[in-house]
């Protein structure tokens, strides 16, 4: 569903991927590991075209997207949902979802409120509080539940379980399993091992912007050196 092929991405004159190139095959879960600053969010960005790569080029379901304005990238189905959340504060939770909402798209669920309160019984429950008073995981729930009203084919998932507590960290497990099922592909970065080994298929881990393993988690199990070498705080 999506490639990476040699992209380059910089921040002004900072050097932040080199020549980085991965897959991510239809209807799996690939995770993005690596330590804080590895370039993850780079990566992600770059997809979405918030960053753009000077070279290389990127392409979903056969198209290249690389230079495409964002919005033009998620019209064709790619959804973004960033480790700061980026809630609107002052709207409820119906208010938010209904600002993500986008047109059926073919071959790809049709998320309504009611869909999505089943998937995250939490926010069922705040349907009608504003966003700033939900706690930081149900602020986590309710980014990628505003991103799936945009009915997309894949998505990016910026460390979902990045600084929220451990029953919402299994809730979010068995939310991308669920992703998974209804036929969706995900592209997670992510720091927790166990966390990624519970939900993905396959790995990709980047060390200073560079690819050092893609693989299976089985393939990744047999080779506890690269895991110690890229992944050890």
């Known amino acids: 569903m999506l490639e990476v092929r040699k992209i380059n991405s910089l921040y002004g004159k900072a ?3 080199h020549d980085l190139s991965f897959e991510v095959p239809h209807g799996e879960v690939v995770a993005l590991l ?13 997809i979405m075209q918030l960053v753009r790569p000077a070279s290389g080029e990127i392409l979903f379901r056969g198209e290249k997207i690389t230079g495409l304005p964002p919005h033009r990238v ?6 973004y949902v960033p480790e700061e959340r980026r ?8 208010e938010n979802l209904l600002v993500g909402q986008q047109p059926p798209r073919e071959g790809a669920v049709t998320w309504t409120e009611e869909m999505l309160f089943d998937l995250f019984p939490n926010l069922a429950e705040r349907r009608d509080n504003r966003g700033k008073a939900l706690s930081g995981g149900e602020q986590q729930m309710l980014t990628i539940a505003r991103t799936l009203m945009g009915n997309p084919l894949f998505v990016l998932l910026d460390e979902p379980s990045e600084g929220v507590a451990p029953v919402i960290v299994e809730q979010m497990a068995m939310v991308i399993k669920k992703l998974k099922r209804e036929g969706l592909t995900v592209l997670l970065s992510e720091q927790n091992l166990h966390f990624a080994q519970a939900v993905s298929d396959r790995a990709v881990i980047i060390e200073s912007g560079s690819q050092m393993f893609f693989g299976t988690l089985a393939d990744l199990a047999a080779h506890p050196e690269i895991r110690d070498a890229y992944l050890a705080a």
Do not use: E, Q, Y
């Open 74 to 79: 998620a019209k064709l189905g790619i959804g």
């Open 34 to 46: 690596g330590r804080n600053g590895a370039g993850k969010t780079t990566t992600l960005k770059s």
């Open 87 to 94: 809630i609107f504060s002052d709207l409820t939770v119906s």
């Open 15 to 17: 050097h932040v991927l």
